[in-house]
């Protein structure tokens, strides 16, 4: 019940995350912790997937990017983000990739949080990466190549160190200054960092392989002759229909892993193969229901495109932060009548005085 026209009533009050407030929450926990404790989650999300209901995110595509909603419920919580994905942004001084999201009470509708996510994403798209990784990567594999150094390549390596124990990375961009952004941020994170001038140097050792360009456009970031035995490709660019980074011939040799397939057919890598190609879906391995890597010399493949249980993990995560730290606005965001029938009655009692 509201107290007055101008107080609003705690079931009025939906917790918010701000960008300002992720930062704290960040910088309160440690980066790579905060990315453990997301890929754990994501992890506990994935052992339980079909409790999920489960849909393509919706995409608007335009000619200079797209704009999409992922959502995904599992049954007591309802969660959604809205996300763009607009390579020109860079050029402009804007990030490629924003994002805000929300978790929802099935019970009753209610919002229970309302959250950025251009950070969280980040961090989910790394932590997600790694955890995958964790299953599917050779057996002591310490040096990635990390090819395209815009604003998730920092994220992938510290993700790699934290979950996988990555000693070393190797960095390649066809925008020389994105690498050195990349290496001075890197720089005392505790991992070596050697910055590359082609991807044939990027990849030289390294038994991970992370694509993450940004181009919307068929691309070849790797081609066939590059990709040899006993290594694990982490394909992440790739996000919508037309943009892939890997040579077809790279895909017919692994072994491809997926979140969920009737989205990453239209988005991911395998959207150049035919529609009925072989791929094992993650969750599958994570509970033992398929072997993930299997051999030394098994190429093995993520096509990555981001799906919305990842995003809902995370959310989670942030949520049960929140009480503890305290990071976080009360918004006045649902309108809460003294009568539920009665919301007209609260507009007209909200009037300013006349006179």
């Known amino acids: 019940m509201t107290l007055s026209s101008s107080t609003p009533s705690d079931k009025a009050l939906v917790p918010f995350v701000s960008v ?6 960040i910088h309160h926990i440690g980066v790579e912790e905060m990315m453990r404790g997301i890929a754990s989650y994501i992890e506990a999300d994935f052992r339980r997937w079909e409790s999920f209901d489960k849909t393509p995110r919706v995409a608007s595509h335009s000619p200079v990017g797209v704009i999409e909603l992922m959502p995904t419920s599992d049954g007591e919580l309802y969660g959604f983000k809205y996300v763009n994905g607009h390579p020109k942004n860079t050029k402009e001084g804007l990030q490629t990739v924003t994002a805000f999201g929300l978790l929802a009470a099935v ?3 209610y919002p229970v949080l309302l959250s950025e996510m251009t950070m969280l994403t980040a961090l989910r798209t790394a932590a997600t990466s790694a955890m995958v990784a964790k299953y599917l990567a050779p ?5 990635m190549a990390m090819i395209g150094n815009g604003a998730q390549s920092e994220f992938q390596t510290l993700a790699m160190k934290a979950i996988c124990g990555l000693k070393s990375v190797r960095l390649y961009d066809t925008d020389p200054a994105a690498t050195a952004k990349a290496a001075r941020n ?3 994170q505790g991992i070596e960092v050697v910055s590359c001038t082609s991807s044939e140097q990027a990849i030289e050792g390294a038994q991970i392989l992370t694509t993450c360009t940004a181009d919307k456009q068929y691309a070849t970031i790797l081609t066939d002759n590059m990709v040899g035995s006993g290594v694990h490709i982490n394909a992440i660019g790739g996000d919508c229909p037309g943009k892939t980074e890997l040579a077809e011939a790279i ?3 692994s072994d491809i892993f997926v979140e969920y397939p009737p989205q990453t057919r239209i988005e991911g890598e395998i959207q150049q193969l035919a529609p009925d190609h072989p791929v094992i879906e993650m969750w599958q391995v994570i509970t033992g229901k398929v072997p993930g890597r299997s051999s030394d010399r098994q190429i093995t493949l993520f096509d990555s495109v981001g799906f919305a249980i990842e995003d809902f993990s995370a959310l989670r995560y942030v949520r049960d932060q929140l009480q503890a730290t305290g990071l976080y606005h009360a918004l006045d965001l649902l309108a809460d009548p003294d009568d539920p029938r009665d919301l007209f009655g609260m507009l007209q009692r909200a009037a300013p005085p006349k006179g």
Request: zero cysteines; a positive charge; hydrophobic letters at 30%.
């Open 251 to 253: 895909l017919h040799r």
């Open 139 to 143: 057996r002591g594999a310490h040096t």
């Open 186 to 188: 890197l720089t005392g």
């Open 107 to 109: 019970e009753t509708g």
């Open 20 to 25: 300002d407030h992720m930062m704290r929450l």
